[in-house]
């Protein structure tokens, strides 16, 4: 308990800090937050009924043997490579995701079991999901943190943010989510999830900070109107807009999703 009232103590000047940010932005933002709550309310009642884990596909692709023509199916055939023996380590995967049908259902089986199924198949979809949180960021004001924005000499430390295009070249500037490591998944396997895999949603991961209520209410909503997502999972520590005992940060609104209709990312 002593341990746990020091830790209580040692967050109390930040939060202190945070809390105040907010009775600011509640009080001049209160109509615009108001109207984000509505809309992520929206989301949560959308994604009710839906299991929120990593689930296998079951759909088996087509032999690679089988004799295509112009009418085939049969999206591309490619002889075994780097790709099968070196990085996925598996047949099977490598033909999933080089063989897809068009106008293939999704067809989802049971949930995933091995982190390192999970682990390649994050980085395979990485540059999939940061090209479409940068199309976002560009849209609706959102914006990317700057590495070492936290460490400013002198007063106390402020984070910075800034938009960015997605550049290569300017990339190092910003410190981005990316796929989580695998030290990361496995303590929140051990200390959240009882070690079930599938419920380990997080592996691709990247955060818009955004300057007002309005500009992350019409990202929110772009993202629900996607025909290529389907939002699986939200979170909110903006529902209460006077409460603040069980909050000792930045206010969030988390949303968990798959790029269902995204070719990339299917194959």
Not at 29 to 46: D, I, R, T, Y
Not at 74 to 92: G, K, M, T
Not at 181 to 202: I, P
Not at 246 to 253: C, D, E, S, T
């Amino acid at each position: 308990a002593w341990l746990v009232s020091l830790g209580g103590r040692g967050i109390l000047p930040g939060k202190a800090r945070y809390d105040e940010v907010w009775r600011r932005v509640a009080e001049e933002q209160g109509e615009a937050l108001a109207s984000l709550q509505k809309a992520v309310g929206e989301m949560v009642k959308a994604t009710e009924g839906k299991k929120p884990v990593q689930l296998n596909r079951t759909s088996v692709p087509r032999k690679l043997s089988f004799v295509h023509g112009k009418d085939s199916q049969v999206e591309s055939v490619h002889q075994p490579d780097y790709l099968e023996h070196n990085i996925l380590q598996s047949a099977r995967l490598a033909a999933s995701l080089r063989v897809c049908r068009r106008d293939e259902a999704m067809v989802w089986g049971g949930p995933v079991n091995s982190l390192d199924q999970l682990h390649t198949q994050a980085f395979l979809v990485h540059d999939t999901f940061l090209d479409l949180v940068v199309f976002l960021g560009k849209h609706y004001g959102g914006k990317f943190k700057l590495k070492g924005s936290a460490e400013c000499a002198g007063s106390e430390p402020q984070p910075e943010f800034a938009a960015w295009d997605g550049s290569k070249e300017s990339q190092g500037r910003y410190a981005l989510g990316g796929v989580k490591s695998v030290a990361s998944c496995v303590a929140k396997l051990d200390t959240a999830y009882s070690h079930n895999v599938s419920m380990l949603l997080d592996l691709v991961r990247e955060t818009l900070y955004f300057d007002t209520a309005t500009d992350l209410e019409a990202c929110l909503r772009a993202i629900q109107d996607d025909p290529e997502l389907e939002v699986v999972q939200v979170k909110s520590s903006m529902g209460d807009l006077d409460a603040s005992e069980l909050w000792a940060g930045m206010r969030f609104v988390k949303v968990s999703m798959m790029l269902v209709g995204s070719r990339d990312a299917r194959w």
